[in-house]
């Protein structure tokens, strides 16, 4: 089992900007990279956003919040800086293209002994790993939202993942903090699967004018204690992400994961969520233009 001491984030949106932030507060030398200096830059702001948001909490010192940012370096050349990197994550968008692509390239710069993981919501890892130089080291590591808080650590086992690099997996989540669950690869896994249901019912319910947003989001909050409700969180994930995820579920899985016409039109009309100040609520904080 080799020890990560340095990784790659391929992808700086929001969930490629916060595994960099707590691999590089764990000690680990991060490269976070992006299409462009302008787009990595940005995911460099939100970092520093949030370790400032802990300082002031109290949860980190300012020594280590100066640590933290200076661990991360930028890059908009994802393969080259495979080449010395013991582990690569990508948070590229779900799209499977995309990751093989980007799986494909980056494995071949990579060291022999590198992991390459993916943070794929849903997708095939199997597929993934079937692309890479050596598929025996490829495996989901599916974060959450927002990652420097959620614990869990999602590891999930292509056909081809190997036993030691499952225990390099484990020992990562360990290292940055966070509690692993181990699953089969399997669409949605164990969280998508069953998280996107209950938002994919809430929108539903709400198109056929069951309750106001409000109230959907009240009654699981308050009937059920979810830390928010399901229409919130799906504004939080993003409704592109969470559309994307049900088309390829509703194609795997079958007809209970048919996307709502509703989320469709919502992500046709640029209403995606917390990150452009529009969704199902509004957020009028965000500096991005309305639609
Ligand atoms: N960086 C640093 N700290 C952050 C943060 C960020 N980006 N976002 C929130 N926090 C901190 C806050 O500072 C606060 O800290 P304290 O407890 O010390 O006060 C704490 O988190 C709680 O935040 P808030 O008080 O602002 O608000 P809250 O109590 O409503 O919690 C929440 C916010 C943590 C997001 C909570 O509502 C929650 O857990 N929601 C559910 C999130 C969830 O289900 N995520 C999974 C989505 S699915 C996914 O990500 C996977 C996928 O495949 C798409």
Do not use: W
């Amino acid at each position: 089992m080799s020890e990560i001491q340095s990784v790659v984030v391929v992808g700086s949106g929001t969930m490629g900007h916060g595994i960099a932030q707590v691999c590089a507060h764990a000690g680990l030398r991060v490269t976070m990279t992006d299409v462009s200096e302008a787009v990595v830059a940005k995911g460099k702001a939100q970092i520093e956003k949030s370790l400032a948001k802990l300082r002031e909490k109290g949860r980190i010192s300012a020594e280590d919040e100066q640590r933290t940012v200076a661990a991360i370096s930028l890059s908009t050349d994802p393969v080259a800086a495979s080449a010395s990197a013991d582990l690569i994550v990508e948070a590229v968008p779900e799209r499977m293209d995309l990751k093989l692509d980007l799986v494909k390239k980056v494995s071949e710069a990579a060291p022999a002994h590198a992991i390459v993981a993916t943070n794929t919501s849903s997708l095939s890892v199997t597929e993934i790993a079937g692309v890479a130089k050596d598929g025996t080291r490829v495996v989901g590591m599916h974060f959450f939202n927002p990652v420097p808080v959620m614990e869990l650590l999602e590891i999930v086992r292509a056909m081809q993942t190997s036993e030691d690099t499952i225990a390099s997996a484990r020992a990562f989540a360990a290292k940055i903090g966070k509690k692993p669950i181990v699953v089969k690869d399997a669409p949605g896994f164990a969280t998508s699967r069953l998280g996107v249901i209950l938002g994919c019912e809430a929108i539903r319910m709400l198109e056929q004018g069951v309750a106001s947003a409000e109230d959907i989001d009240l009654a699981m909050e308050l009937g059920y204690r979810h830390p928010m409700g399901p229409l919130k969180l799906t504004d939080l994930v993003g409704l592109d992400v969470r559309l994307l995820i049900l088309d390829h579920l509703h194609k795997e899985l079958g007809e209970q994961f048919r996307p709502p016409s509703l989320l469709r039109q919502m992500v046709r009309a640029g209403r995606l969520g917390r990150k452009v100040g529009r969704g199902f609520y509004d957020y009028p904080d965000v500096n991005a233009p309305k639609k």
